[in-house]
């Protein structure tokens, strides 16, 4: 495994480590009914969060890795990133023809101090940079203008509009497909 170490302005990118800490912070994401609103999935309990941690572990320990699971900490937090207790959650998952799909999530208490841009921003480097990736997407529900905000001042494009594409609690959302191109991306050899 190479260890995941990404650094922003404000934030740091890095691999979960299976502590309390990090199960703890993971919780505090997923078991939020607020934070998980735009999420496919419900709230999660704690001992879920635990194996997710172990889950996230694993993938970054495959031989031909294509899943990046990884954990955002202020730079502020710690004298090492490695020692901070998330705040956000970001992923990367890559697929067929150097496609990749990015994903982020914050703590309720971090949203509107731009962490989701510099979050963003980084996995785009991440991707574009260090992995050869040509084409980034991203699935955005319908209702999250904030997240819609994010992408396109990266860059992004609206793609389309997906119908019915999601089923939580019963009840049936939309979701827009943005995407950003490696040439498309500032500084990338793309």
């Excluded at 119908?163 to 990338?188: F, I, M, N, T």
Aim: glycine share 10%; net charge negative.
């Amino acid at each position: 495994m190479v260890p995941v170490r990404l650094t922003g302005p404000r934030l740091a990118i890095r691999e979960y480590h299976h502590t309390d800490g990090d199960v703890d912070a993971l919780h505090a994401l997923f078991g939020d009914p607020e934070v998980t609103r735009y999420l496919p999935f419900e709230p999660r309990d704690r001992e879920t969060c635990a194996d997710q941690v172990e889950l996230y572990l694993e993938e970054a320990m495959a031989g031909e890795r294509d899943t990046y699971r990884l954990a955002v900490t202020r730079l502020a937090d710690a004298a090492e990133p490695a020692d901070a207790t998330p705040i956000a959650h970001a992923s990367l998952t890559l697929g067929k023809h150097r496609s990749a799909h990015l994903g982020y999530v914050l703590g309720r208490e971090f949203w509107g101090l731009g962490y989701a841009g510099e979050i963003a921003g980084l996995l785009c480097d991440l991707a574009f940079r260090g992995l050869d990736v040509h084409r980034l997407a991203a699935w955005v529900d319908v209702d999250n203008a904030a997240s819609v905000k994010v992408l396109t001042r990266l860059g992004f494009r609206l793609e389309g509009r997906a119908r019915h594409d999601q089923l939580k609690g019963g009840v049936w959302s939309d979701s827009y497909l943005y995407s950003l191109l490696a040439d498309e991306w500032p500084g990338s050899a793309g």
